[in-house]
Structures are given as structure tokens and as C-alpha cells.
């Protein structure tokens, strides 16, 4: 069974909420970066998001912008997270899924790319600029490599189109709370619970929510809804200013629903 | 030879919509609202109408006689898309974006810009329409295209800094990509070439149609017969693509599409995306990228802010491997020469960016009949390269004199 399910499966026989953290590979550099990652593991991560940096993310906001530029001066690229996957998977069991652009993974050979993800213990693609329409040619490769490719709904996905996205899909759906890019945000939505409602009509996948959460506080008000919480700039502030281990615990309490 | 983008914005394998999904429905909204707009007579009526009275279409087709007595080969004609109201041939892009906007509902208009005449262009539509506008900006574009930012500042827009990354055109698109993901329900995004996401690359190149279209009509007016070859300079690829798509079926046409070659190809340091580049994925479509192994995209240069730019829309990726267009490269040196000479020979100071094609045509013009005819597309005037080209000619007597 795929990790990424068999997590999901889990927390739901559990009756817990799942905490979906997102720091980027090689920032500041490979070591520091694994080092990193292995802190929020060990924090109680249920699906780790590991950033392949890209020169261009459109889809992202200052901090994780530079975490990414801070990455690709250290000269991290694909093999190396592939290769930093295999060493965490020497000690962890947590659901890994890699998460960028399009370009990196397209140059590096979806094919190859699938089969080289699967041996280092990948569970899945979460590709920002790869929408739904124009998944096929990627998503051949990850369905017959038993990986899950995880579709993105955005607040603007009307009812319709959010259907026909999750009909074809596997392992969770990612709920973007907010029109804009990645990053921290003091206030969070207000309609959340309506709209995951209306996508557990459409779907029985796993829903984790994200975009703007950075405090235990905010995790424990999305996760009164969503299945899982997405926890990304905030993680990898830091993951570089300091206090990694200390938001995890925060994050962690605010999932199980013990902020308040 | 199917010239139409599929359902998903793909020309063969170039193009798509590599976006995120926050994106997605308004793409497909100005889909739709971009193919019912152009079946509309009204619609069509005032953009020809614009296009005539504001721009001041059609743009003549000069024949550049000392410009061919210098080369001694082909008859040299050009479009003279530098006389258009702003200075260059973005406005009719932006003249038609604008309109479809207003269809749409949208007050706001917001822009990338390199060398600021597509800015210049949408700030000028946005006065003209009454709509806000928001212009996204290098850095380093800001400085060397200083004389545009002030006037896209007199129109009315706001032109915010980008200084991220090489601080240039590629990075104000990435960052207008992203201002719009937070403003897609107020905001209309004004692309200013044959780039980006279906269905801009479409769009834009219909829109731009208009310098083919004109140039056909005008050289059988004036010759009587279609041109031999017809040259445009590429980067994203906006004016070529106007001037080469009512040519494409037209096999006896050669059409030349020339990059930029900045310091020399060997030099890495040029914006030559099909010369130079490998297929990849940049700003919402597969199409020829300058990248490095790991698909990390590489930072173009060019004299010209306007070519500055390491992708190229998906219809040219896809027109140079039907071998229909033979894309080839200008250094900077060599558009700078041809800025003088031209400006000398015929009295029309080109932008750096037709330069550029202006210096192709004189190559291709020696080795021609003198009764071949050769149409260069002039796409911009090079008043907002004074700077630039001064700065330049001082540095270079400076270290002469010394």
C-alpha cells in the first residue's frame, strides 16, 4: 500500500487530524537542509512535502522564493533530493512526497524521474504548474509507478471542475485556502468549512488545507475541517531563522486540537 | 499544417497551460470570452476602428532604397511598425486585450514589461479605457529603459520595481504571474507576447496579425508579387509572429526569425531560446528554454531589453522544427551597427530589438538578386534606447581615447 494511503487510512481509524509539512530540499545547503527535515520527522510529521528548488516559482511567495534560491546557489538539484529521500528512509516511514515545477522534473525524464523516485522511497508529485488538463503525460508515469500525483483545488476551482479533477485522483486532495501565492498570513479564510464540505461531496479522498498557516493556533481552526493542515513558509522560516523544533510542537498541539 | 493551438493550447508538442490551478478558470474564462469576442462584428469594429484612428494603421511599407544600395542585393521594404501611436507594435496587442477586458467586466490591467514599450502600450490603453493599470518591471530594465518608466508613470499606471533573480523581463513576468494568482477576480493580465499560457500565445499573435496582414496587401499594391523573405527579430516573439503568421502558408515566403546573440553564442551569455536552448517549461508553456541540466532556467542577456528574455512563445519552437521559419542570432554589436546605420542611412532610429533584424536583413539582402524583395519588420522606434546606446558609444571613445 502506498504511504501516503496507508498514512491517511491510519489517522482516520485514529480519529486524528494529519499535519502536511513543506520544507525546501538543500536550503541552505544539503546537510543543514536534511538535518532540517529530520527535526519535523521527528516533530510528527504525517506527509512530508520536500521543496525541488526551482529558479522560477511563480507560484510562491518571498520565503520560500528565497529558501529556493538559497538551494540552488548550494547547487542542490534533483538527484540530490532524490538521494536525501533515501537517507531519511534509512530511519523514517513518513509519507514523502516531492513538490515543485514543472521544468526540473520534465527535464530529468518523467519516466526516469518515476522509476529513480520509487527506488529512493517517494510516495508522490505535487507539481504547482502541471493543472489537471495537461496532467496526462506525467501522470501515466507516476499511476504506473504506483505513486500518487496530488491534485491542487484553488478557492477559484468552481464545483464542477473540482469533480472532474478528483474523479482521476489518488492519495489526498490539497485545498489551497487563498488566492495568491505561498506564504504566511496573519488572517485566514472565513468560508473554509463550506468549501471543504462542498468537496467531500465530490470526493472521499483525504482533504488537507494550506496557504497562510503559520501558528498552532491557525492549525487548529483549519483542522477542525480539513483532514490535514499544509504547514509550508512558516516551516521554513524556521527551519532558517531558528525555532523549527519549537513551531512543530506548536503545530503538532494545534492539529490534535489541544491549542485551546 | 495545422497553425491552430488543440483544445489544450498545444501547437504539437509546444505550448499548454503549465499554470496553477488558481489560474486555470480564468484562463479558460478568457478563452471563451476571447473566441465570442472575435466572432463579433462589434467587437472586431472597434478594434479595427482603434487600430485605425488611435494607432494610426495601417503602418506604411517603406521601400528603404539606400538601405539596399549599401547591401547590393535584395530590395529592402520596411514595416514601419515604429510609427505607430507609442512607438512600436505592441499597442495593437494591448488596444485588443484591452477591449476583451472590458468585455470581460475587468477595471484593472496589470503588465510585464522588458524594454517598457509593452507597458508603455497597456498604460496607454488603460488611460484610454479608463482603467487602472499595474506595470511589473526589472529592476535593471528600470534604469536602462528609463525615459518608458516615465511615461507609463505620465499614463497613469503604477510600475512596480521586480528585483528578483536577474531583475529582468523574465522576472517581471514570473512576478506579474504571481501578483495575479491574489487579484484574479479584479485583474486582467495584459501578456505582451506570443508567450505564457494558452490562450495568449494565440491571442496575441491574432491581435498582432494585423503587420502580415497589412504587409501582404501593401507589397502587392506596391510589387505586385509576395516578398522573398520577410525578417523579424524574436524574443518572445510577439512582432515576428504578427508579421510571419499571414505568410505561413505562403511556402515561397522564407521567413527569418533572429534571436538575440548578446555577447556571442559562444559566450553563453546571449537570449538565443531555439539557437541555443533545449525544451522545457517556463511561464506557462513547453516550448524552447535557455536551462541547465537540472532544468533550472538561465538568465538571458541581451543589449535589448525587449529580447532579454530565455523563453520564446510555443508557435515559433513549433515553426522552427517544421523547419517553416529559420530562426538564427544578432549579436549586441552587431545591432548596435545597424541602429547607426540605419539612422544615418535612412533617418529612422530603429529600437536595439529591430536592430537586430535590421542587421539579418543586411546579411541576407548581399547574398540576394536585386530583384528579390526582403521585408524587415521595424517593430519599434529606438528613442528609449538613447540612453542605452549612448552610454555605450562613450564607453567605447573613452577606452579609444585612452
Given at each position: 500500500?502506498?504511504?501516503?494511503?496507508a498514512?491517511?487510512?491510519?489517522?482516520k481509524?485514529?480519529g486524528?487530524?494529519g499535519?502536511?509539512?513543506y520544507?525546501t530540499?538543500?536550503?541552505?545547503?544539503?546537510q543543514?537542509?536534511?538535518?532540517?527535515?529530520?527535526?519535523?520527522?521527528?516533530?510528527?510529521?504525517?506527509?512530508?512535502?520536500?521543496?525541488?528548488?526551482?529558479s522560477d516559482?511563480?507560484?510562491?511567495g518571498?520565503?520560500?522564493?528565497?529558501?529556493?534560491?538559497?538551494a540552488?546557489?548550494?547547487?542542490?538539484?534533483?538527484?540530490?533530493?532524490?538521494?536525501?529521500?533515501?537517507?531519511?528512509?534509512k530511519?523514517?516511514d513518513?509519507p514523502?512526497?516531492?513538490?515543485?515545477?514543472?521544468?526540473?522534473?520534465?527535464?530529468y525524464?518523467?519516466?526516469?524521474?518515476?522509476?529513480?523516485?520509487?527506488?529512493a522511497?517517494?510516495?508522490?508529485?505535487?507539481?504547482?504548474?502541471i493543472?489537471?488538463?495537461?496532467?496526462?503525460?506525467?501522470?501515466?508515469?507516476?499511476?504506473?509507478?504506483?505513486?500518487r500525483?496530488?491534485?491542487?483545488?484553488?478557492?477559484?476551482?468552481a464545483?464542477?471542475?473540482?469533480?472532474?479533477i478528483?474523479?482521476e485522483?489518488?492519495?489526498?486532495?490539497?485545498?489551497?485556502?487563498?488566492?495568491?501565492?505561498?506564504?504566511?498570513?496573519r488572517?485566514?479564510?472565513?468560508?473554509l468549512?463550506?468549501?471543504?464540505?462542498?468537496l467531500?461531496g465530490?470526493?472521499d479522498?483525504?482533504?488537507?488545507?494550506?496557504f497562510?498557516?503559520?501558528s498552532?493556533?491557525?492549525a487548529?481552526?483549519?483542522?477542525?475541517?480539513a483532514?490535514a493542515?499544509?504547514?509550508g513558509?512558516?516551516?521554513?522560516r524556521?527551519?532558517?531563522?531558528?525555532?523549527?523544533?519549537?513551531l512543530?510542537?506548536?503545530?503538532?498541539?494545534?492539529?490534535?486540537?489541544?491549542?485551546? | 499544417?495545422?497553425?491552430?493551438?488543440?483544445?489544450?493550447?498545444?501547437?504539437?508538442?509546444?505550448?499548454?497551460?503549465?499554470?496553477a490551478?488558481t489560474?486555470?478558470?480564468?484562463?479558460?474564462?478568457?478563452?471563451?470570452?476571447?473566441?465570442?469576442a472575435?466572432?463579433d462584428p462589434a467587437?472586431?469594429?472597434?478594434f479595427?476602428?482603434l487600430?485605425?484612428d488611435?494607432?494610426?494603421?495601417?503602418?506604411?511599407?517603406?521601400?528603404?532604397?539606400?538601405?539596399?544600395?549599401?547591401?547590393?542585393?535584395?530590395?529592402?521594404?520596411?514595416k514601419?511598425?515604429?510609427?505607430?501611436?507609442?512607438?512600436?507594435?505592441?499597442v495593437?496587442n494591448?488596444i485588443?486585450?484591452?477591449?476583451l477586458?472590458?468585455?470581460?467586466?475587468?477595471k484593472k490591467?496589470m503588465?510585464?514589461?522588458?524594454?517598457?514599450q509593452?507597458?508603455?502600450a497597456?498604460?496607454?490603453a488603460a488611460?484610454?479605457?479608463?482603467?487602472?493599470?499595474?506595470v511589473?518591471?526589472?529592476?535593471?530594465d528600470?534604469?536602462?529603459?528609463?525615459?518608458?518608466?516615465?511615461r507609463?508613470?505620465?499614463?497613469?499606471?503604477t510600475?512596480?520595481?521586480?528585483?528578483?533573480?536577474?531583475?529582468?523581463?523574465?522576472?517581471?513576468?514570473?512576478?506579474?504571474?504571481?501578483?495575479?494568482?491574489?487579484?484574479?477576480d479584479?485583474t486582467?493580465y495584459?501578456?505582451?507576447?506570443?508567450?505564457?499560457?494558452h490562450?495568449?500565445?494565440?491571442m496575441?499573435r491574432d491581435?498582432?496579425?494585423?503587420?502580415?496582414?497589412?504587409?501582404?496587401?501593401q507589397?502587392?499594391?506596391?510589387?505586385?508579387?509576395?516578398?522573398?523573405?520577410?525578417?523579424?527579430?524574436?524574443?518572445?516573439?510577439?512582432?515576428a509572429?504578427?508579421?510571419?503568421?499571414?505568410f505561413i502558408?505562403?511556402?515561397?515566403?522564407?521567413l527569418?526569425?533572429?534571436?538575440?546573440?548578446?555577447?556571442?553564442?559562444?559566450?553563453?551569455?546571449?537570449?538565443?531560446?531555439?539557437?541555443?536552448g533545449d525544451?522545457?517549461?517556463?511561464?506557462?508553456?513547453?516550448?524552447?528554454?535557455l536551462?541547465?541540466g537540472?532544468?533550472?532556467?538561465?538568465?538571458?542577456?541581451?543589449?535589448s531589453?525587449?529580447l532579454?528574455?530565455?523563453g520564446?512563445?510555443?508557435?515559433?519552437?513549433?515553426?522552427?522544427?517544421?523547419?517553416?521559419?529559420?530562426y538564427?542570432?544578432i549579436?549586441?554589436?552587431?545591432a548596435?551597427?545597424?541602429?547607426?546605420?540605419?539612422?544615418?542611412?535612412?533617418?529612422?532610429?530603429?529600437?536595439?530589438?529591430?536592430?537586430?533584424a535590421?542587421?539579418?536583413?543586411k546579411?541576407?539582402a548581399?547574398?540576394?538578386?536585386?530583384?528579390d524583395?526582403?521585408?524587415?519588420?521595424?517593430s519599434?522606434?529606438?528613442?528609449?534606447?538613447l540612453?542605452t546606446?549612448?552610454?555605450i558609444?562613450?564607453a567605447?571613445?573613452?577606452k579609444a581615447a585612452?
Open positions: 500500500m502506498n504511504r501516503i494511503d498514512r491517511f487510512a491510519e489517522l481509524a485514529a486524528k487530524k499535519l502536511v509539512a520544507l530540499a538543500g536550503d541552505p545547503d544539503l543543514t537542509s536534511e538535518e532540517n527535515v529530520r527535526i519535523a520527522l521527528q516533530g510528527g510529521v504525517d506527509v512530508l512535502e520536500l521543496g525541488v528548488p526551482f516559482p511563480t507560484a510562491d518571498p520565503t520560500i522564493q528565497e529558501a529556493a534560491q538559497r540552488l546557489a548550494a547547487g542542490t538539484n534533483l538527484n540530490d533530493v532524490l538521494a536525501m529521500v533515501k537517507n531519511l528512509r530511519d523514517f513518513t514523502i512526497v516531492l513538490f515543485g515545477y514543472a521544468n526540473p522534473f520534465f527535464r525524464g518523467y519516466e526516469t524521474l518515476c522509476r529513480d523516485a520509487v527506488e522511497g517517494v510516495d508522490g508529485f505535487l507539481v504547482v504548474d493543472p489537471y488538463e495537461i496532467c496526462g503525460e506525467l501522470k501515466m508515469h507516476t499511476d504506473a509507478a504506483g505513486l500525483l496530488i491534485p491542487l483545488i484553488a478557492p477559484t476551482t464545483a464542477e471542475r473540482a469533480d472532474r478528483l474523479s485522483a489518488q492519495g489526498f486532495a490539497y485545498y489551497i485556502m487563498v488566492k495568491g501565492v505561498t506564504g504566511a498570513r488572517e485566514l479564510v472565513v468560508d468549512g463550506e468549501r471543504i464540505a462542498a467531500r465530490v470526493t479522498l483525504p482533504i488537507a488545507a494550506g497562510g498557516v503559520s498552532g493556533e491557525q487548529a481552526e483549519v483542522a477542525r475541517t483532514d493542515v499544509v504547514v513558509s512558516a516551516l521554513v524556521a527551519a532558517h531563522e531558528g525555532g523549527l523544533a519549537e512543530m510542537v506548536d503545530l503538532k498541539r494545534g492539529v490534535d486540537g489541544l491549542s485551546e | 499544417m495545422n497553425q491552430q493551438a488543440d483544445a489544450n493550447g498545444y501547437f504539437g508538442k509546444y505550448g499548454g497551460r503549465y499554470i490551478e489560474l486555470m478558470p480564468i484562463l479558460l474564462e478568457i478563452e471563451k470570452d476571447y473566441v465570442e472575435i466572432k467587437f472586431m469594429e472597434e479595427r476602428y487600430l485605425k488611435y494607432v494610426g494603421r495601417p503602418s506604411p511599407l517603406y521601400r528603404a532604397d539606400r538601405l539596399s544600395e549599401v547591401c547590393s542585393g535584395a530590395r529592402i521594404y520596411l514601419r511598425e515604429d510609427l505607430n501611436h507609442t512607438g512600436a507594435h505592441k495593437n494591448t485588443g486585450q484591452a477591449l477586458a472590458r468585455r470581460m467586466g475587468r490591467l503588465a510585464e514589461t522588458g524594454a517598457g509593452h507597458g508603455v497597456t498604460a496607454t488611460a484610454l479605457f479608463g482603467m487602472e493599470c499595474i511589473y518591471m526589472g529592476e535593471e528600470i534604469v536602462r529603459q528609463a525615459p518608458n518608466v516615465k507609463m508613470e505620465l499614463l497613469g499606471a510600475v512596480m520595481p521586480v528585483g528578483s533573480g536577474t531583475k529582468t523581463l523574465k522576472d517581471a513576468m514570473s512576478e506579474a504571474l504571481r501578483a495575479w494568482v491574489a487579484e484574479v479584479t486582467f495584459v501578456i505582451g507576447s506570443v508567450a505564457g499560457p490562450p495568449y500565445p494565440t496575441v491581435f498582432q496579425a494585423v503587420i502580415g496582414d497589412e504587409t501582404k496587401k507589397i502587392m499594391e506596391q510589387e505586385g508579387r509576395l516578398p522573398d523573405m520577410i525578417v523579424a527579430c524574436v524574443g518572445g516573439g510577439s512582432n509572429a504578427g508579421i510571419f503568421y499571414p502558408e505562403d511556402e515561397a515566403v522564407k527569418v526569425g533572429v534571436e538575440a546573440a548578446g555577447f556571442g553564442m559562444d559566450t553563453g551569455k546571449h537570449a538565443a531560446s531555439i539557437c541555443a525544451v522545457g517549461i517556463l511561464h506557462g508553456s513547453k516550448t524552447y528554454v536551462q541547465d537540472d532544468g533550472q532556467v538561465l538568465n538571458a542577456h541581451s543589449v531589453a525587449g532579454d528574455y530565455p520564446v512563445g510555443p508557435q515559433h519552437s513549433f515553426w522552427a522544427d517544421q523547419n517553416r521559419v529559420e538564427c542570432s549579436t549586441d554589436d552587431e548596435l551597427a545597424s541602429f547607426h546605420e540605419l539612422t544615418l542611412l535612412e533617418g529612422i532610429i530603429p529600437a536595439l530589438e529591430s536592430a537586430h535590421v542587421a539579418e536583413a546579411k541576407r548581399a547574398g540576394m538578386n536585386k530583384s524583395l526582403l521585408v524587415v519588420n521595424l519599434g522606434r529606438g528613442d528609449k534606447d540612453d546606446v549612448l552610454a558609444d562613450g567605447a571613445s573613452g585612452s
